[in-house]
């Protein structure tokens, strides 16, 4: 079945640098990408979603490129302020189980000021 | 605020007990999912139910149900718990059945079995 793999586990930037978050996928029938942050004591966060017919989304200082030959795709966080800590994940869709979504193991990104 | 909610917030209950965990999805979304989230096995996928149907089902133990209502909300009942059954339970919802439709995540139910 589908699989996903995200690294790193963790992540320490300083404030105003680069964050970047790799996930690898197992099923090449996956078509959606989601990321997802989540603060402590709340529930994932949306953030951001590429689908397999684009190569790269971008919305403000987060951005997303996919690529389906190799089975990966990134999270890139430019600029990054202390609120932007948080643990993220990524997912996948798979059509295994009836179409749902399969979930990398986070990452604690931790800002510092 | 996704607008998913989820009641109650927090419950603790003993091992051999029954539970019931509530969510009401976003407005016209007809989709439900029921996650578990655990520190050693992460975001798990249960069940999915859609406009009232089962759907999908993950690695839910035989031990825990779902139903969804006619009014979409649905219901998580978990019974005979162990232990181990202590994790963040997240509901999620999305306007439609498809995995490629975004899901939004209420903001959980921490459950503790002592």
């Known amino acids: 079945g589908e699989n996903v793999e995200q690294h790193p586990s963790t992540l320490s930037v300083q404030e105003g640098d680069s964050a970047v978050i790799k996930c690898t996928y197992s099923d090449s029938a996956s078509n959606y990408f989601p990321w997802y942050k989540q603060e402590l004591g709340k529930g994932p966060q949306l953030i951001i979603d590429i689908r397999s017919n684009v190569g790269e989304k971008k919305d403000q200082r987060i951005a997303v490129t996919l690529n389906k030959t190799a089975k990966h795709f990134s999270l890139h966080i430019t600029e990054t302020q202390p609120e932007d800590s948080a643990v993220y994940f990524c997912a996948a869709n798979t059509m295994e189980y009836g179409n749902k979504l399969v979930f990398g193991a986070g990452t604690i990104l931790r800002v510092k000021s | ?114």
């Open chain 2, 1 to 114: 605020d996704s607008g998913v909610t989820q009641t109650p917030k927090h419950l603790i209950t003993a091992t051999g007990q029954r539970v019931t965990l509530r969510c009401s999805p976003r407005s016209g979304d007809l989709s439900v999912y029921w996650y578990q989230q655990s520190l050693d096995q992460g975001l798990q996928f249960l069940i999915q139910y859609y406009n009232g149907e089962e759907r999908a089902k993950g690695n839910i133990l035989e031990r825990f149900s779902a139903q969804q209502f006619p009014d979409l909300h649905s219901e998580l009942n978990l019974s005979s718990l162990e232990l181990g059954d202590s994790a963040l339970y997240f509901c999620a919802s999305s306007v439609d059945i498809g995995s490629t439709y975004e899901q939004y995540f209420g903001p959980g139910t921490r459950l503790t079995v002592t």
